[in-house]
């Protein structure tokens, strides 16, 4: 084993005592290296290299979008026929058939509703899972389940656990960032890394609040000139050696060292990732940056494909909390639809052409689905029993639709994937095996997936 | 089959256990068992609850196994689907769903169902279940568990004997020297004056020393070094920062926080008052028994006060203020993840023990049963956190005022009651003379009002009583009277209703008008004054806390699911303390002060040797036993277990103050140490768990953030209340979207407020604790985004500001000597010689450079950048 200090000292990025003995206890049997975010190669070979989340904060009515329920349309306005779970948000009425007309779409014939049109050119590159389910109906419990796995406690983010496991490749950016996320329902929560070291935590680039444009790396700018800046850390250089000279050989004081370098080139890095004027008037198109509707929203998903460019491991995309029709499904679920569609659709386009789409695993969805059943007239109540998310890209079959819910779209039925599979699935597309990567707090080895979750084969290309 | 069904749903009474006493019945029942039952269980269910798996040690290849059940509990319950595990889970219900992935077709589970229903007939079945498993909780401990080190009694051991006993002041050093010798080591020399009170300062008020206080205590210290400490010791003890500081500390075992976090975002807006407690209690040396038993149940035991009545029961805010899912549907489900919040922070912040853990199964590696839990679980079912379990739910708050703010509320309201009287006063006085005449003409009125009712159209009430002089607000109220009564009044009645205190004579506010300007004037000052005093009135004070609630036993929660449970456990202290003293808890009382007392016995093995153990880590930079909030088989064994011993018997014997304790370990010599680097020692023990020299340490982010404010003159040092700019119980402001912000108060940190799902990113950035967590040790990472905010943090850029700003105001410093100042105080040390000419050229390169780029104001700028350094420097980041 290697000698702690010269662990550091080889070190681009230093890190506390914790963090390592951290890494030492889980990292047995694969190589260690020193810097805990250092790129590490998983428990066997990676589908995917890095992961891009685009999150529908609210939950997007599943027999709306993507699981077509021709019983539901015929039956409206009847009562369901079976009983409603113990536990709901709130009372609903009887059937609602969905206002949307749905196509099948593609050689796979998936079917979309008209919500996507941009999306349903794309649908032979979607894995579209319809028997997702989990066990919270309320959108903070749902979000932390989603993210954490747990809706009891709070525990590392599934983007802390990956860094966690495989590091990161660039390190001149975070390796786990997310764009513009919601401080509700949890906030730093969905993105923090708990117990595992804070070099895991997910560092946001805005949030809810912050128009994509403006939206950047915490303290990465400042008043002070950057030539001034050099002498400045010049200064500090040679006074920090100094000060090693003199109390002997110390891994912190020389990590710390380092650290202002690196610092230093993240902020030069910064400005050009953020400037994407670079980026082709047909690109810019495609992600919808030239409309109003869609240019917020299409920055958000630009921005994450020049983050996963870099090598950035876990990116994830916000769209802020606006999919939760208790009323209104027909005109808000329309407009939601409208602002996503164009930039998704774009950025599978656009992750596919240059070849990125390999080893990339992107992520679609919301923390649960709507009810079948009306609230009001025009309103779908959460829905955790039963709903849709979808995958694209690496290691996933393209063109499949997977799982099925019951003839009204209430309950998860066939093939059931629970938010721990979908975890455990994702961990394996990395690389990753979730029994294995653990991490040891208060005295027990923790999982992403508890005690729970089971790989879904059915989907593995 | 309906006939099939209906004869056999006749025979579902005497199921099973006559099984083969009615043939006709039961040939039916085993036949469709095998063609329609049998068939299910073995290509459904065999695979993992067979002959070859076991899963959740279930098998239901047999009558027997399926009515012994598994983990979750008896899987069968013959005539009884709806009772049945079996039948539940198959229908994926809330608690188990089998086949996990796949819903079984509706016929499948119709079949089975109707197969329970008819008494679950099987062929040859032994319907006695072959062995009862013992019952849940009632495992017995191993000899690994029971003799685990930190469950036996506390031993009073002498300090070891030493070679060389000329080092070493205290016999705590005798301790540390001799593990040193065994290992053929030595302590590192002392470390010199300087570096020990710039040490002693940060660690005990966590602030830098002052340049003064660095030279007298250099200049004592020459004389009597020992005296000098112990002097210094003394002062930082009774400065009101060591409260600020040490009761931080706290904050992260207790996972202090002002709101909720989780899934919904509320203010505490009454936490504070819990932080201020925890102040307050380090600086007045609260006896760490009695501050952990307040915190359990302060609002028990009778209080000599008002004072103290209201102090104590702020204190249970311990267990009020952790992380609370306030949005889950399931009421039950939300009661016992907030218990269980509960038993577990108290488990590690006391004990050091991870009881959490024992919710679902007996602990894995500690001796704890789930009849430990749920025993102690019951205390906190008893007791009231919660006002209701609704969505979003209300924990619940009680008044805390103290005799003080009662009186002074009182005081306040008795003022505003005199100032409502003395308006009313004036008021009747001013009505009194403009009514006094009118009285008289009564008649004119009341016919004035007729007309004007009877013959609507024409003049307006304002004409008539202008053009009769009639005082207008009268008249109106005169008009009404006529237009609910027709009838003519006669000359009684009419005296009659000008009498009336409600009648048309009565005070309305529209004849202020007709007041003598003089009685406006005064009126509206006293108005405006009530109305000032109104938004100054003092709120009586309420505070999270907890009270009695209802004396109930918890039954066990089976994989801790609160929808399938086992039998109930009276409440009680966890077994494997079973020969310390147990007070029998009241079937009428929660138990809480019952759990309290328990808690703080001489004779509790864990809770001084945890608490020692603390200090020790934060004195030290890692504990005796390093891992401090884990006591248990996984946590690590100590170092020093004589030592720690030996200080935990000091700590009981010292009436449990924890500033003598403090004491013991800052004036040894182990503590003085310097933090030199040994070849050879680190060769031996590179992790300096022997403590052979002091361990370097980073400021943490409180530290460094207070020390920013004080170098730039700025640091305000007002004590107590909150700076969370938020209503209680509503959602933390910029909630739904954006961040609470407002953190820019020069105030120690102490007193900023902790958002949780939003730390504040400065004091996050250095590893500030996660405060949804109890956690007595901090993460040290050094990671790129200090960095940054060293070079581009607005707090840096003020305070470094502000600080060169003052530099160069100093009219009696040239610039060596303020290069000088600048190092006193930040390092703590004079400069040396060429330091200061290093100095001097980074100064005028800096201004050159600003100069040639054209920027205004270089000279400021440049000893700003000098001071920015020095924040940044390694030497003013570690405190060695």
Redesign the interface.
């Given at each position: 084993m290697m000698n702690r200090r010269k662990m550091l000292q080889s070190s681009a990025l230093g890190f506390g005592h914790l963090a390592l003995a951290g890494l030492l206890s889980e990292c047995a049997g694969r190589e260690v290296s020193a810097n805990p975010l250092a790129p590490r190669p998983g428990h066997y070979p990676a589908k995917a290299k890095r992961v891009i989340f685009l999150f529908m904060h609210g939950g997007p009515s599943q027999v709306d979008t993507f699981d077509y329920k021709p019983l539901l349309q015929r039956d409206d306005g009847k009562p369901l026929p079976f009983a409603r779970p113990r536990v709901v948000s709130s009372q609903t009425g009887n059937l609602l058939k969905s206002p949307f007309r749905f196509a099948q779409h593609g050689q796979s014939g998936q079917w979309v509703s008209e919500l996507f049109p941009h999306l349903a050119t794309c649908v032979d590159e979607l894995c579209i899972i319809r028997s997702m389910h989990g066990s919270n109906s309320r959108h903070g419990g749902a979000l932390l389940e989603l993210h954490t796995g747990s809706d009891t406690f709070v525990r590392p983010s599934m983007g802390s656990w990956i860094t966690y496991g495989l590091g990161t490749e660039n390190q001149d950016l975070p390796g786990f960032i997310t764009i513009c996320p919601t401080l509700t329902h949890g906030g730093v929560n969905n993105w923090a890394s708990a117990f595992l070291p804070a070099v895991y935590q997910g560092t946001p680039i805005g949030n809810a609040s912050t128009s994509s444009e403006r939206a950047t790396i915490p303290f990465i700018q400042g008043p002070t000139p950057r030539g001034i800046q050099r002498m400045e850390l010049d200064f500090l250089g040679e006074m920090n050696r100094e000060r090693l000279a003199h109390t002997g050989p110390d891994a912190a004081l020389e990590s710390r060292i380092a650290s202002f370098e690196l610092a230093f080139r993240m902020q030069a890095a910064a400005p050009e990732l953020q400037d994407i004027r670079s980026e082709s008037a047909e690109t810019m198109r495609l992600y919808g940056l030239d409309q109003d509707r869609t240019r917020n929203f299409g920055r958000q998903c630009l921005m994450a494909r020049r983050y996963a460019e870099r090598g950035v491991r876990f990116i994830q995309v916000t769209h802020s909390y606006k999919w939760d029709q208790h009323s209104n499904l027909r005109n808000d679920h329309t407009s939601n639809a409208l602002e996503v569609d164009q930039p998704i659709a774009g950025l599978i386009k656009d992750l596919k052409r240059r070849g990125l789409l390999e080893d990339t695993l992107v992520l679609w969805g919301g923390e649960f689905g709507r009810t079948p059943t009306a609230q009001g007239r025009d309103g779908r109540d959460h829905n955790p029993q039963g709903f849709t998310m979808w995958l694209a890209g690496a290691g996933v079959k393209p063109g499949l639709a997977y799982g099925a819910t019951d003839d009204y779209g209430y309950y998860a039925e066939q093939d059931k994937v629970h938010f721990h599979d979908l975890h455990a699935t994702m961990l394996h597309l990395l690389g990753l095996d979730h029994l294995r990567l653990t991490y040891r707090y208060a005295g027990r080895d923790f999982r992403l997936t508890d005690v729970h979750g089971e790989v879904v084969q059915g989907i593995l290309s | 089959m309906t006939r099939v069904l209906w004869s056999l749903a006749l025979f579902v009474p005497l199921a099973g256990a006559t099984s083969g006493q009615e043939p006709m019945a039961n040939l039916a029942g085993l036949k469709f068992f095998e063609t329609h039952v049998r068939p299910v269980l073995s290509n459904r269910c065999y695979e993992c609850h067979g002959p070859e798996k076991q899963k959740g040690k279930l098998r239901v290849d047999s009558l027997a196994a399926l009515l012994a059940g598994g983990k979750s509990g008896p899987a069968l319950k013959a005539g009884k689907p709806d009772e049945s595990l079996l039948i539940q889970a198959i229908r994926?219900g809330?608690s188990l769903?089998m086949p996990?992935?796949?819903?079984l077709p509706a016929k499948e589970i119709g079949d089975l169902t109707a197969w329970v229903k008819m008494g679950a007939p099987w062929p040859d079945a032994k319907t006695q279940v072959a062995k009862q498993p013992a019952p849940e909780g009632e495992t017995i401990f191993t000899k690994a568990q029971t003799a685990h080190w930190a469950f036996q009694p506390i031993r009073k051991p002498d300090p070891p004997a030493v070679r060389n006993p000329g080092w070493g002041r205290s016999p705590l050093d005798a301790f540390i020297l001799a593990k040193l010798q065994e290992k053929g080591l030595a302590p590192a020399p002392a470390a010199d004056a300087r570096t020990l009170i710039r040490r002693l300062t940060f660690d005990l008020i966590g602030l830098p020393p002052t340049p003064a206080e660095v030279e007298a205590f250099v200049a004592e210290s020459r004389a009597a070094p020992q005296a000098a400490l112990e002097k210094a010791v003394d002062r930082l003890l009774a400065s009101p920062r060591y409260g600020e500081r040490w009761a931080r500390h706290w904050l992260d075992v207790v996972r202090y926080a002002d709101s909720n976090?989780?899934?919904?975002?509320l203010v505490f807006g009454n936490a504070w008052r819990y932080r201020d407690y925890v102040i307050k209690a380090f600086n007045t040396d609260k006896p760490y028994d009695e501050f952990v038993r307040e915190q359990i149940a302060g609002d028990l035991p009778p209080a000599k006060n008002p004072d103290e009545a209201g102090e104590r029961i702020i204190a249970t805010g311990f267990l009020c203020i952790g992380?609370k899912?306030?949005?889950?549907?399931?009421p039950v489900k939300m009661e016992m993840?907030i218990i269980d919040e509960q038993v577990d922070t108290m488990g590690?912040a006391f004990m050091g023990m991870?009881l959490?853990?024992v919710r679902c199964h007996d602990h894995?590696?500690?001796p704890f049963t789930i009849a430990d839990y749920y025993a102690l679980a019951g205390i906190f079912k008893s007791t009231k956190t919660m006002d209701n379990f609704r969505?979003v739910a209300r924990w619940q708050e009680r008044p805390t005022a103290t005799l003080a703010e009662v009186q002074k509320a009182s005081q306040h309201a008795k003022k505003m009651a005199e100032l409502q009287e003395n308006i009313a006063r004036a008021i009747k006085q001013q009505y009194g003379a403009i009514v006094q005449p009118e009285r008289q003409r009564a008649r004119e009125y009341w016919e004035t009002a007729r007309a004007v009712h009877l013959m609507a159209a024409g003049k307006t009430v304002e004409q008539w009583a202008r053009d009769k002089r009639l005082k207008q607000a009268f008249l109106k109220q005169w008009l009404e009277l006529a237009r609910k009564s027709p009838v003519e009044l006669n000359a009684v009645a009419l005296a009659k209703v000008s009498l009336d205190e409600k009648g048309p004579f009565r005070f309305t506010a529209e004849l202020e008008a007709d007041f003598s300007a003089a009685a406006r004037k005064e009126l509206g000052v006293r108005r405006s004054e009530l109305a000032a005093m109104e938004k100054s009135a003092p709120v009586l004070a309420e505070t999270m806390a907890v009270s009695e609630g209802k004396a109930t036993n918890l039954r066990i929660h089976l994989r801790g699911n609160h929808m399938t449970q086992g039998r109930e456990v009276p409440r009680r202290f966890p077994k494997l303390f079973s020969n310390l003293k147990q007070e029998p808890i009241d079937a009428s009382q929660s138990g809480r002060l019952s759990l309290a007392r328990w808690m703080t016995l001489a004779e509790h093995p864990l809770t001084s040797r945890v608490m020692v153990n603390r200090l020790w880590h934060w004195h030290f930079g890692s504990g005796l036993v390093r891992?401090v909030?884990?006591f248990?088989?996984?946590?690590e064994k100590p170092s020093h277990p004589e030592l720690l011993d030996w200080l935990a018997t000091r700590f009981i014997e010292s009436g449990w103050s924890i500033k003598a304790m403090q004491r013991i370990m800052v004036l040894s010599s182990a503590y003085q140490m310097s933090?030199?680097?040994?070849d050879g020692a680190?060769q031996i023990d590179?992790d300096n768990r022997l403590h052979w020299r002091h361990n370097?340490r980073?400021l943490e982010a409180e530290a460094l953030r207070d020390s920013l404010y004080g170098l730039g003159g700025n640091l305000d040092v007002a004590m107590g209340g909150t700076l969370f700019d938020a209503k209680n119980r509503k959602y933390v402001p910029?909630?739904?979207?954006?961040?609470y912000e407002k953190y820019d108060f020069p105030r120690r940190s102490i007193y900023l407020p902790v958002i949780?799902?939003?730390?504040y990113?400065v004091l996050q950035?250095f590893?500030f604790a996660?405060p949804?967590?109890p956690s007595g040790?901090r993460?040290?990472?050094?990671?790129?985004?200090?960095?940054?905010?060293l070079?581009?943090?607005k707090i840096v850029?003020e305070q470094t500001r502000a600080w060169a700003e003052k530099l160069l105001l100093d009219s009696k410093l040239d610039d060596a000597g303020r290069v000088g100042r600048i190092y006193e105080q930040a390092l703590g040390r004079p400069a040396r010689a060429q330091e200061i000419e290093?100095a001097l050229d980074?100064l005028q390169?800096?201004e050159s450079?600003?100069a040639r780029?054209k920027?205004v104001d270089s000279r400021a700028?440049a000893w700003q950048?000098l001071c920015?350094?020095m924040v940044?420097?390694?030497?003013f980041?570690?405190v060695?």
């Open positions: - | 994926h809330e769903q996990p992935r796949m819903k976090g989780m899934d919904e975002n992380p899912m306030l949005a889950e549907d399931d993840d590690r991870t959490g853990c894995k590696y500690d969505v891992s909030d884990n248990g088989l996984l946590g933090g030199a680097y040994h680190y590179p370097r980073r910029g909630y739904p979207n954006g961040n949780r799902s939003a730390q990113e950035a590893d996660d949804s967590f040790e993460a040290i990472t050094t990671v790129a985004p200090q960095a940054l905010f070079m581009n943090g850029h290093r980074f390169r800096i450079e600003r780029q920027m700028h950048s920015r350094v940044s420097a390694n030497e980041v570690y060695e």
